[in-house]
């Protein structure tokens, strides 16, 4: 799989990217991985890509020709159009769900928001869905997209050294991970549950799915709801309104 990330701190997503796992997994070609300075796009000799927004308003907004020309220049480098991801506080929120079913696409392009926000018109032009981490604001879309990178490449063949590694983890299931303890086996009075210890495979499948569900019901209920209802399909950003020729 190709992960790019079109952001104006390329240095900022490397150094997190060059790190312990996917770090390893991209020199190891498991997961191909690229960052793109937006700057580089620019026409501007400054190289200035934000501008004032039209009817006022607080902060700078990101200009729609770099980001445009930046993801234009990504798609050329590969042999078929990119799935294109805008982070934005706006779009849907981030799921294991949506980053198992996007671990299973060729290649993703993540375009990092920035300042007060980017001009829509190259979101409607370029996005294939915009996605969030959740109800709140960050400063900018670098965060959110290495989150998203992450949670996506560790999913791919390759990355961690067996499935095992992501499929016992919270969400996988649609549930909390259980609590879980390494040695010492008492710690500062806090004994490890005996049946961690009984080597009784069975009783601790049972346990661990057991205290999945006590953790999901005491903490996350709105997981336990959501199993029972069927996977909502992903939802895509709506085409933009075709443009007439004469424009």
């Known amino acids: 799989m190709r992960i790019d990330i079109a952001t104006l701190f390329p240095e900022m997503c490397e150094a997190v990217l060059s790190e312990s796992i996917i770090g390893r997994a991209r020199r190891r070609g498991s997961i191909e991985m690229h960052c793109h300075n937006i700057r580089d796009y620019t026409l501007d000799k400054q190289k200035r890509v934000d501008d004032y927004p039209y009817s006022g308003g607080h902060g700078m907004i990101l200009q729609a020709e770099p980001i445009y020309l930046c993801c234009r220049a990504i798609e050329a480098q590969q042999e078929a159009k990119p799935h294109v991801i805008f982070l934005t506080a706006g779009g849907r929120t981030f799921t294991q769900q949506r980053a198992r079913e996007l671990a299973q696409l060729p290649s993703l392009t993540l375009v990092c928001g920035h300042y007060e926000g980017i001009d829509e018109r190259v979101v409607e032009e370029l996005a294939d869905e915009e996605i969030s981490l959740g109800d709140f604001v960050i ?109």
């Open 139 to 247: 400063t900018g879309g670098e965060l959110a997209a290495l989150t998203v990178a992450d949670s996506v490449a560790r999913l791919c063949d390759g990355v961690l050294s067996c499935p095992e590694g992501y499929e016992d983890e919270s969400f996988y299931s649609g549930l909390l991970e259980y609590p879980q303890y390494t040695r010492p086996e008492v710690w500062h009075g806090r004994r490890v549950p005996p049946v961690l210890l009984s080597g009784h495979a069975k009783k601790i499948a049972e346990w661990k799915q057991e205290q999945s569900l006590q953790r999901t019901l005491a903490r996350r209920p709105d997981l336990l709801e959501r199993r029972r209802q069927p996977d909502a399909p992903p939802c895509p950003r709506a085409p933009a309104e075709e443009k007439n020729d004469s424009d």
